[in-house]
């Protein structure tokens, strides 16, 4: 299984670091497990009760005919004999199909888990990658704010050395004019 970093996010209240992976993965995995459980007993359950009425029935029908056996002959013994070995060996087939479908309600199971895991796996993956991108979309705004910043200042500072220059031009000439009539 492969093992991603976790995602905290850190409460703007009180400060405590909630890790929402670990959470999001123990509410997933005790709801899956509950469902799974419940099925599981649901079809013993089923089963068991199943089991139940086909073994009293079987009670009372063994009954009826050993009732019976004791005024028939011996081929009527041994037709009720044949009779109930071949529900033995229908119990016993029905007993290797229930242990079948455990087999099979397990590997249901373990793929279930299986393909939880990885839909988690992929849920964690993209809300990592939608964190990552929202991020880094913001470090751009952030950069290009500060270059179109930097770019305003230089271009004021541009603007104010050319006024002074420009001032410093006039008062040359004003100085010049002046010292030129003063003469």
Do not use: W, Y
Request: glycine share 2%.
């Amino acid at each position: 299984m492969e093992k991603f970093n976790d995602v905290t996010v850190k409460c703007p209240n009180c400060s405590e670091v909630i890790d929402i992976t670990e959470m999001m993965r123990h509410q997933l995995k005790e709801q899956f497990k509950q469902e799974i459980t419940q099925r599981i007993e649901d079809e013993k359950a089923n089963l068991k009760k199943n089991h139940d009425k086909e073994v009293q029935m079987l009670k009372e029908q063994v009954k009826k005919e050993t009732l019976e056996v004791h005024a028939n002959k011996l081929k009527d013994l041994q037709e009720a004999l044949d009779k109930k070995d071949k529900r033995l060996k229908d119990f016993n087939n029905k007993e290797i199909e229930l242990l079948k479908l455990q087999r099979k309600h397990q590997s249901l199971k373990e793929d279930l888990e299986l393909d939880f895991e990885k839909k988690l796996n992929q849920k964690l993956e993209q809300e990592r990658s939608k964190i990552k991108n929202n991020l880094e979309s913001e470090s751009e705004l952030k950069i290009k704010e500060l270059e179109k910043k930097l770019q305003d200042q230089v271009e004021l500072t541009q603007q104010m050395k050319q006024k002074q220059e420009q001032g410093s031009t006039r008062l040359n000439a004003n100085a010049r004019r002046s010292l030129g009539t003063g003469t």
